[in-house]
């Protein structure tokens, strides 16, 4: 426990504390407008909500953007592959025609052209 070296009795009975001259004077002035309600503009009421507005603002930019971006890139994908079948359709389609055309076919082919 600590010890204290101050001794009560020797200290003066006199209050070291005092009130500044004129405080009372006022004082109940000073109780009404610390006491009377304030009025709040219809701006400072909504101040908080405009933040959260901004916020939900850009998240649904964001997730706007980000979505759009997803669809356009499934769209090249689906493009893509489509190409990338029509170009096997076509090879295999060639390598059929070219394998299983002859010398014999194509001069028929001429010959009924010219007919």
Do not use: W
């Amino acid at each position: 426990m600590m010890e204290h070296n101050f001794d009560f009795d020797r200290g003066s009975g006199k209050n070291p504390f005092g009130v500044p001259e004129g405080y009372f004077d006022d004082f109940c002035k000073r109780m009404e407008t610390m006491t009377t309600p304030k009025r709040i503009s219809l701006l400072q009421r909504v101040k908080p909500y405009r933040y959260a507005a901004a916020v939900i603002a850009v998240a649904v930019i964001t997730g706007a953007f980000l979505l759009n971006n997803y669809n356009d890139s499934q769209k090249l994908q689906t493009q893509h592959s489509r190409t990338v079948a029509t170009s096997e359709y076509n090879d295999v389609i060639n390598k059929i025609l070219i394998e299983d055309t002859n010398d014999d076919m194509i001069v028929d082919y001429i010959i009924a052209e010219v007919d």
